[in-house]
């Protein structure tokens, strides 16, 4: 499957994006889903994993009620919808895929990466 990310741009703090991961080649629903972001200067990190039906979800504790995952199995897209966005949202963020049923915040568990989408937050 090929992963591509879009909707990144820059936005003022207090904000919103919504962030898309489209696939291609495959049918997204046989994937759990996360979203990993990087910044400069810094290790990728996890933001959020969705289940393969979309009923189960997981946050990092840094964007936890601010940041929802969602997914549209019949469009083939997960998005990240981000809300209240701070300064130290500023990063890379990538969407990822994984065979399997189990929700995971490593990033090497995941085998599919799409190549990232910017995200800047002005203060």
């Known amino acids: 499957v090929q992963l591509q990310a879009s909707g990144g741009g820059l936005v003022q703090a207090g904000g919103s994006l919504r962030l898309s991961c489209a696939a291609s080649?495959?049918?997204?629903?046989?994937?759990?889903v996360a979203w990993f972001r990087q910044a400069p200067g810094k290790e990728r990190e996890f933001v959020a994993t969705?289940?393969?039906?979309?009923?189960?979800?997981n946050y990092a504790d840094s964007v936890k009620g601010r940041f929802t995952i969602s997914r549209d199995n019949a469009k083939n897209t997960v998005d990240l919808q981000m809300n209240s966005l701070k300064p130290e949202d500023t990063a890379v963020y990538y969407c990822?895929?994984?065979?399997?049923?189990?929700?995971?915040?490593?990033?090497?568990?995941?085998?599919?990466w799409g190549q990232g989408t910017e995200v800047t937050v002005s203060s």
């Open positions: 990822a895929g994984k065979i399997g049923w189990s929700l995971d915040w490593r990033l090497n568990q995941y085998d599919y």
């Open positions: 080649g495959r049918t997204l629903s046989r994937y759990v």
């Open positions: 969705i289940s393969l039906s979309g009923g189960s979800t």
